[in-house]
């Protein structure tokens, strides 16, 4: 165990993790509940070129093997300064950890013991085990009535075999047009672009079945997501509905110009439910002007940046009971650059292990609630609230304003060693850096567990901050 910055253990969950590194060892679970599937988060060392390397692990049931599930370290290991490279032996390594998940094929009752076991150490040397997530996967869910059928409808490809980009915009642009949902079977479908989604219902089987990925094979800068029309495209798309798929991309780095998010544009009166995101660069970069957006009930893990990011005029927006864990930058963030955000909340999530920067943040706002969160382990550059007029565009009309609602949030081994400041930096934080904060600013901090932090349970910095 250890938070030190750079080591493996740090960006455990707990801050301790096991090593594996001989044939037949293992790390074992006792399910407490009956299971048919598990998502677990482990380390395999980087390749001496930088490009990550594959492996195995067995997963077995009271000895008996279940599956052999592929891991790799190709969506980890990032060195240098921010935006980061894939440059072994730059400073400052990192983002060591990913998730793998299988379906066991079976349901395991209650009390059967379930091992993560080396198979071997040909590809990879060492295999180290964080943790592992077991739940009771429904099945499929089947096609609405008077649903558009992406695959029989209009020829995408369930098998993943070719794009089928073209076909889901079809698809969607049918859906608008006849005042229909659009059904997405089980499959892996590859899409080398974006999907433009305005006034539609876009639904899968469930987040273990539908599964959209892919990325073009050499304009890496367009890969799969699903996107709202930009307000300069004519947006915000409006009425939208996303629901019961997964957005798993192949985002190996971090270009910041680069669109390569699982959800983007601008989406009014819309809702995000019961999504599962995994290697894009954000799970959700959402830019406004738009309004009434939410996401709910979801999973985003292993981003290179953000999870969610409300970034520019963001108003009545939410993410709620939203799971995310592994994000390479701000967890749940909003920033009003620009232009004002207004009455958007972040309530009831669970996040861990953020590698840089915040659990939960605002930079600027008016009437924000931050509330009913649980968060833990906290890497660097940030800590488990902040609240901040911070970051271009950030003063003014969209600076920090009104009532702030920061209530029954838990904050767990918060805060940490920022290695450009060189000085720990607390679980809850304020900073005033671009201007004072406004005179009718009121944040009001209630029912707030700050547990085991690194540094500071509460930290000022920067500038004047008044209303706290």
Same mark, same amino acid.
């Given at each position: 165990?250890?938070?030190?910055?750079?080591?493996?253990?740090?960006?455990?969950?707990?801050?301790?993790?096991?090593? *594996?590194?001989? $044939?037949?060892?293992?790390?074992?679970?006792?399910?407490?509940?009956?299971?048919?599937?598990?998502?677990?988060?482990?380390?395999?060392?980087?390749?001496?070129?930088?490009?990550?390397?594959?492996?195995?692990?067995?997963?077995?049931?009271?000895?008996?093997?279940?599956?052999?599930?592929?891991? %790799?370290?190709?969506? /980890?290991?990032?060195?240098?300064?921010?935006?980061?490279?894939?440059?072994?032996?730059?400073?400052?390594?990192?983002?060591?950890?990913?998730?793998?998940?299988?379906?066991?094929?079976? %349901?395991?009752?209650?009390?059967?013991?379930?091992?993560?076991?080396?198979?071997?150490?040909?590809?990879?040397?060492?295999?180290?085990?964080?943790?592992?997530?077991?739940?009771?996967?429904?099945?499929?869910?089947?096609?609405?009535?008077?649903?558009?059928?992406?695959?029989?409808?209009?020829?995408?490809?369930?098998?993943?075999?070719?794009?089928?980009?073209?076909?889901?915009?079809?698809?969607?642009?049918?859906?608008?047009?006849?005042?229909?949902?659009?059904?997405?079977?089980?499959?892996?479908?590859?899409?080398?672009?974006?999907?433009?989604?305005?006034?539609?219902? *876009?639904?899968?089987?469930?987040?273990?079945?539908?599964?959209? /990925?892919?990325?073009?094979?050499?304009?890496?800068?367009?890969?799969?997501?699903?996107?709202?029309?930009?307000?300069?495209?004519?947006?915000?798309?409006?009425?939208?509905?996303?629901?019961?798929?997964?957005?798993?991309?192949? &985002?190996?780095?971090?270009?910041?110009?680069?669109?390569?998010?699982?959800?983007?544009?601008?989406?009014?009166?819309? =809702?995000? !439910?019961?999504?599962?995101?995994?290697?894009?660069?954000?799970?959700?970069?959402?830019? /406004?002007?738009?309004?009434?957006? %939410?996401?709910?009930?979801?999973?985003?893990?292993?981003?290179?940046?953000?999870?969610?990011?409300?970034?520019?005029?963001?108003?009545?927006?939410?993410? %709620? #009971?939203?799971?995310?864990?592994?994000?390479?930058?701000?967890?749940?963030?909003?920033?009003?650059?620009?232009?004002?955000? =207004?009455?958007?909340?972040?309530?009831?999530?669970?996040?861990?292990?953020?590698?840089?920067?915040?659990? *939960?943040?605002?930079?600027?706002?008016?009437?924000?609630?931050?509330?009913?969160?649980?968060?833990? !382990?906290?890497?660097?550059?940030?800590?488990? &609230?902040?609240?901040?007029?911070?970051?271009?565009? $950030?003063?003014?009309?969209?600076?920090?304003?009104?009532?702030?609602?920061?209530?029954?949030?838990?904050? &767990?081994?918060?805060?940490?060693?920022?290695? #450009?400041? #060189?000085?720990?930096?607390?679980?809850?934080?304020?900073?005033?850096? #671009?201007?004072?904060?406004?005179?009718?600013?009121? &944040?009001?901090?209630?029912?707030?567990?700050?547990?085991?932090?690194?540094?500071?349970?509460?930290?000022?910095?920067?500038?004047?901050?008044?209303?706290?």
């Amino acid at each position: 165990p250890t938070r030190f910055y750079g080591q493996l253990p740090s960006e455990a969950s707990g801050r301790e993790a096991v090593t *594996l590194d001989a $044939v037949g060892e293992y790390v074992e679970f006792t399910l407490t509940a009956p299971a048919n599937a598990v998502t677990f988060r482990y380390s395999l060392p980087d390749s001496a070129q930088g490009t990550g390397r594959d492996g195995t692990i067995d997963l077995r049931a009271n000895g008996s093997l279940l599956k052999t599930v592929p891991v %790799t370290s190709k969506y /980890g290991w990032y060195y240098g300064g921010y935006p980061f490279n894939n440059n072994p032996g730059d400073t400052n390594p990192h983002h060591f950890y990913d998730e793998a998940r299988a379906m066991f094929g079976s %349901t395991q009752p209650a009390g059967t013991k379930i091992r993560l076991q080396v198979n071997s150490t040909a590809q990879s040397p060492t295999f180290t085990i964080d943790l592992a997530d077991f739940e009771n996967v429904p099945g499929p869910i089947g096609q609405p009535a008077n649903s558009i059928n992406v695959v029989n409808d209009f020829g995408a490809d369930p098998s993943g075999a070719t794009d089928s980009t073209a076909d889901f915009q079809a698809a969607v642009n049918a859906g608008q047009a006849q005042g229909r949902a659009v059904y997405v079977p089980q499959g892996n479908y590859t899409l080398y672009d974006h999907v433009i989604v305005d006034g539609v219902t *876009l639904r899968g089987a469930g987040p273990w079945y539908s599964v959209l /990925g892919g990325r073009h094979p050499t304009q890496r800068n367009r890969a799969a997501g699903i996107y709202g029309k930009y307000v300069n495209q004519g947006g915000p798309s409006r009425n939208v509905t996303v629901r019961d798929l997964a957005v798993i991309g192949d &985002i190996r780095e971090r270009v910041d110009e680069d669109q390569v998010n699982a959800f983007g544009g601008a989406m009014s009166d819309s =809702v995000i !439910d019961n999504v599962w995101m995994q290697h894009t660069k954000v799970g959700a970069w959402m830019d /406004g002007p738009m309004n009434n957006f %939410t996401i709910r009930n979801s999973r985003i893990l292993d981003q290179t940046a953000d999870g969610v990011n409300f970034h520019t005029g963001v108003t009545n927006s939410t993410v %709620t #009971n939203t799971f995310v864990r592994n994000t390479g930058d701000d967890a749940l963030a909003m920033w009003a650059q620009d232009v004002p955000n =207004v009455n958007n909340s972040f309530t009831r999530n669970t996040i861990g292990v953020t590698l840089l920067a915040n659990h *939960l943040v605002s930079y600027g706002g008016r009437d924000i609630t931050i509330s009913d969160n649980v968060v833990a !382990d906290s890497l660097s550059n940030g800590g488990g &609230i902040h609240v901040a007029n911070r970051y271009p565009g $950030v003063q003014g009309a969209t600076a920090v304003h009104g009532t702030w609602t920061l209530a029954r949030n838990t904050l &767990i081994r918060a805060g940490n060693s920022d290695y #450009n400041w #060189n000085f720990g930096v607390g679980a809850i934080w304020f900073s005033a850096l #671009n201007e004072a904060f406004a005179g009718d600013a009121i &944040i009001n901090i209630t029912d707030t567990d700050i547990l085991d932090s690194s540094y500071a349970a509460l930290h000022w910095i920067e500038g004047q901050t008044r209303g706290i």
